[in-house]
């Protein structure tokens, strides 16, 4: 193992496999299986490597365990490793494939995140299931309505002024008001859980020097802003905007042969919720748009999305904004990240 500089590990909860090669031969030097407890003992012991895991749960931690060890770790998309994996699927083969698709010069590997960006996505991703929850509870309680006749109007709003009157409703069954009354207040509770979090995600939001810059952009909350820096990590994997809006799937597939491009819709690859939050805000600047042309107050990016409005329709028209909103944001964080990186070397 002391001359292999390679080494794919295929990581899982209790049993891991490890697949090392020689520098210059490419010779396979270890084939080894490993338990959990073993792991940091083990490449604690050898000289520093370059290692490769596939991005999947739990791989952010061991990379950084392993780069605390004095160990080079890149972390891989699987869809990119599956193509060099030989014979059937099993450990020994995924870890061969990993350390054979480490070696590939134009491999595009995942940016490891730090703790407190997984502390943020972990804040996100409990905001988004009870924003889905809320959603579907309110739907039931809609449904529920309509058995009895009551029709309301779509929005918590409407729901909220309801709900009161069918309490105090003494023509509806007892049992039924009383079924409301609990459902009531499990919607109360997730709206009291989810202004929490966002109060969370606001504060943090300004502390963060990079989330705070991404906020000036029009359409860019607390919520995309602080999304957008958790998720994409160190943007300097990305060499520009377009790649990482191509990386969000922001950008249209191609079908192209014989020198004829052809496109088509966007690939909708990469992170959905971030990419959801993006074209949401941009919905919100084509609101600000058309205040603006009313009030002959505009801006160049109004200026664009007017003409764009003119030739596609509303929903291409909110992609299309995304994905320059993406870019933009790319170009934000790398600044950022470059002035902090100078600040911490002086």
């Not at 099993?90 to 703790?115: G, Q, T, Y």
């Not at 202004?195 to 989330?211: C, F, G, V």
């Not at 597939?253 to 496109?263: C, E, M, W, Y």
Request: glycine letters at 6%; one cysteine or more; hydrophobic letters at 45%.
């Amino acid at each position: 193992m002391e001359q292999s500089i390679r080494c794919g590990v295929d990581i899982a909860k209790l049993v891991f496999q490890i697949h090392g090669v020689n520098a210059k031969s490419s010779e396979t030097t270890v084939v080894k299986k490993l338990a959990r407890g073993e792991m940091l003992r083990y490449f604690a012991n050898k000289p520093p490597m370059l290692i490769g895991i596939e991005a999947c749960g739990g791989a952010h931690y061991w990379a950084r365990e392993m780069t605390k060890l004095g160990h080079t770790v890149k972390l891989m998309t699987p869809q990119y490793v599956a193509p060099y994996r030989r014979g059937g699927k099993n450990d020994a083969n995924d870890a061969e494939a990993i350390c054979e698709a480490l070696a590939r010069p134009n491999m595009r590997f995942v940016a490891v995140k730090s703790e407190s960006q997984q502390a943020v996505l972990v804040m996100h991703r409990m905001r988004d299931q009870w924003v889905r929850e809320r959603t579907s509870l309110m739907n039931q309680i809609r449904s529920y309505l309509h058995e009895f006749g009551i029709v309301i109007n779509q929005g918590r709003a409407a729901l909220a002024r309801t709900l009161p009157l069918v309490a105090e409703s003494e023509t509806l069954p007892l049992l039924f008001r009383q079924s409301m009354a609990d459902l009531a207040d499990k919607l109360a509770d997730l709206e009291t859980r989810i202004n929490s979090l966002n109060k969370r995600i606001e504060a943090w939001s300004k502390q963060d020097t990079t989330a705070k810059a991404l906020l000036e952009l029009c359409g860019v909350g607390s919520v995309t802003a602080s999304a957008a820096v958790a998720t994409a990590g160190d943007v300097s994997v990305f060499k520009n905007g377009r790649q990482f809006a191509a990386w969000l799937g922001l950008v249209p597939k191609q079908n192209s042969s014989g020198g004829k491009t052809q496109l088509g819709a966007i690939t909708k690859r990469g992170d959905r919720y971030l990419r959801t939050l993006l074209v949401q805000g941009a919905r919100t600047v084509m609101l600000a748009a058309s205040r603006a042309q009313k009030s002959t107050q505009t801006t160049p990016m109004f200026e664009w999305i007017y003409k764009l409005q003119e030739r596609r329709p509303n929903n291409v028209v909110a992609v299309a904004i995304a994905a320059k909103q993406a870019r933009m944001l790319w170009a934000i964080m790398a600044k950022q990240q470059r002035q902090d990186a100078l600040g911490l070397a002086i």
